[in-house]
């Protein structure tokens, strides 16, 4: 079955920490892989995306993802919070002509 | 770009009613996909419109029903409401699905 896996529900970190959040995914075959973040109220903003080629993948907001074949994951990670990107934050998969599917989220809060 | 628009933002019914709800697309983007986000189920996927044909349908009932005009905004329907119908319904539009969803500000919808 395909399914998306956010295995952490909550997140606290310093800002300035470090931070990665993961993801897990099972699907038939590579999927097109997404990551994006909701402020409260809000509706979902792309951070990034992976479809094929480099596995590091930059994206919006100082935000960076590693896709992992091996391992089916593709984890987001910043070097240096700020206060401003606390928020929920959802990986996604999908495939062309197909719907996305979600992970349940994992809520980040930044103390400052 | 203008993004992707939806309305009302928000909405009040009473069980048994029906609703309607508005997307607009990205300029230029022929795909619509709605989704269905509550605390307890997530993100969940109804339907998905391209072309005016609903090409993708997730596992709602079929109270939950959409449809896509020649400009490409959509619609989708609720009737006979129940509680559990209240939720954030989220429109996403791509040029090419699912390559990137560009997701609305949301409806949110509260049955009473």
């Known amino acids: 079955a395909q399914s998306v896996t956010q295995p952490d529900i909550h997140i606290t970190v310093s800002e300035g920490a470090s931070l990665e959040l993961r993801c897990n995914y099972s699907?038939?075959?590579?999927?097109?892989l997404f990551w994006y973040v909701q402020s409260p109220g809000q509706g979902l903003q792309l951070l990034l995306k992976y479809f094929s080629g480099d596995t590091l993948v930059q994206g919006i907001k100082g935000f960076e993802a590693e896709f992992k074949r091996s391992q089916s994951s593709f984890n987001l990670r910043k070097p240096s919070v700020h206060w401003s990107d606390a928020a929920e934050y959802f990986c996604a998969v999908g495939q062309p002509t197909d719907k996305l599917i979600f992970g349940t989220g994992t809520r980040l809060q930044v103390f400052p | 770009k203008a993004g992707v628009t939806q309305t009302p933002r928000y909405l009040i019914k009473t069980r048994g009613q029906q609703v309607t709800l508005s997307c607009s697309p990205i300029s230029g983007h022929r795909s619509v996909s709605w989704y269905q986000q509550t605390p307890g189920q997530g993100l969940q996927f109804l339907f998905e419109y391209f072309s005016e044909t609903q090409r993708n349908k997730g596992n709602f009932p079929g109270r939950f029903s959409g449809r896509q005009f020649s400009n490409s905004r959509s619609e989708m329907n609720v009737s006979t409401l129940e509680l559990g119908d209240s939720a954030l319904y989220l429109c996403?539009?791509?040029?090419?699905?699912?390559?990137?969803?560009?997701f609305g500000p949301g409806t949110r919808l509260l049955v009473l």
């Open positions: 996403a539009s791509s040029s090419t699905p699912p390559e990137t969803q560009y």
């Open positions: 699907y038939g075959a590579t999927p097109y």
